[in-house]
């Protein structure tokens, strides 16, 4: 059972009329948190059991009102929550979204992942993990008098770990710009400008670092040279999703 509460007056935060509560449930209600006692505290734990019951009335009606504030409280059986099967296998459960009466967009579900599958943010916060252990290490290793068949090595390992930290913000800021585009909320577009700020910069990063190190090779496509390849030639698409994300159109 999630509860969810928006509303401003802490005395009728369930938001269900005295009158349609069981009187175990109406009982439990009106019981001081502050002076608990074991009988109290029985009928509380009764009350929440029947509460699923009580709430459904609640859990009928969405948490948002018409223009898509949350301004009052809201149970929902999670249960009874609508399924919604993912291609990767899992399912997922949209509880609410909408904007709370200070502005800021909320939106909560609940997402069952299968085995071994994870959502794009934790393998962004994984990326991020691992991309700053391999730059302390190889800071670490530079920092020494090193031959340079190892500096050549440590390059490699410093190119690949900004990519990794390229690839977390770009995730990143892939989930927030669509959801502002389904919210409207104008901070999540904002962060997604933030975020692929961060990816030119990764991006500027990688394109110094292969530029004293790799040659420029030639594509090779149906046995014919295309054109040649370098890291650097592809920071001006890099600088093109932070104009795609400036220009973006929220769908509300």
Same mark, same amino acid.
Not at 92 to 112: C, D, K, P, W, Y
């Given at each position: 059972?999630?509860?969810?509460?928006?509303?401003?007056?802490?005395?009728?935060?369930?938001?269900?009329?005295?009158?349609?509560?069981?009187?175990?449930?109406?009982?439990?209600?009106?019981?001081?948190?502050?002076?608990?006692?074991?009988?109290?505290?029985?009928?509380?734990?009764?009350?929440?059991?029947?509460?699923?019951?009580?709430?459904?009335?609640?859990?009928?009606?969405? =948490?948002?009102?018409?223009?898509?504030?949350?301004?009052?409280?809201?149970?929902?059986?999670?249960?009874?929550?609508?399924?919604?099967?993912?291609?990767?296998?899992?399912?997922?459960?949209?509880?609410?979204?909408?904007?709370?009466?200070?502005?800021?967009?909320?939106?909560?579900?609940?997402?069952?992942?299968?085995?071994?599958?994870?959502?794009?943010?934790?393998?962004?916060?994984?990326?991020?993990?691992?991309?700053?252990?391999?730059?302390?290490?190889?800071?670490?290793?530079?920092?020494?008098?090193?031959?340079?068949?190892?500096?050549?090595?440590?390059?490699?390992?410093?190119?690949?770990?900004?990519?990794? =930290?390229?690839?977390?913000?770009?995730?990143?800021?892939?989930?927030?710009?669509?959801?502002?585009?389904?919210?409207?909320?104008?901070?999540?577009?904002?962060?997604?400008?933030?975020?692929?700020?961060?990816?030119?910069?990764?991006?500027?990063?990688?394109?110094?670092?292969?530029?004293?190190?790799?040659?420029?090779?030639?594509?090779?496509?149906?046995?014919?040279?295309?054109?040649?390849?370098?890291?650097?030639?592809?920071?001006?698409?890099?600088?093109?999703?932070?104009?795609?994300?400036?220009?973006?159109?929220?769908?509300?």
């Amino acid at each position: 059972m999630i509860l969810c509460d928006f509303g401003r007056d802490a005395d009728k935060r369930y938001q269900v009329p005295e009158k349609k509560m069981p009187a175990i449930v109406r009982s439990a209600y009106y019981v001081g948190m502050n002076n608990l006692n074991r009988r109290d505290l029985c009928i509380g734990l009764s009350a929440f059991a029947a509460l699923s019951s009580v709430m459904a009335e609640a859990q009928a009606g969405a =948490a948002a009102g018409p223009d898509g504030k949350l301004s009052k409280s809201v149970v929902f059986n999670y249960d009874q929550l609508p399924v919604k099967n993912n291609a990767n296998g899992g399912t997922g459960r949209q509880v609410l979204s909408g904007t709370l009466a200070t502005g800021e967009f909320v939106e909560v579900h609940e997402t069952t992942l299968p085995a071994g599958k994870i959502s794009p943010l934790m393998l962004a916060d994984s990326l991020e993990v691992d991309s700053r252990e391999v730059r302390m290490l190889v800071e670490q290793l530079k920092s020494k008098s090193i031959p340079p068949t190892l500096a050549c090595e440590l390059d490699d390992l410093e190119t690949w770990a900004y990519l990794s =930290a390229y690839f977390a913000d770009k995730l990143r800021a892939g989930v927030a710009l669509q959801t502002f585009r389904t919210s409207g909320e104008k901070s999540q577009q904002q962060k997604a400008i933030q975020l692929l700020t961060r990816c030119q910069a990764h991006w500027a990063r990688v394109s110094e670092i292969t530029r004293g190190h790799y040659q420029e090779v030639p594509y090779i496509d149906d046995g014919s040279d295309a054109s040649t390849f370098s890291w650097a030639k592809f920071l001006p698409q890099v600088e093109r999703d932070i104009t795609i994300a400036e220009q973006s159109i929220s769908k509300r």
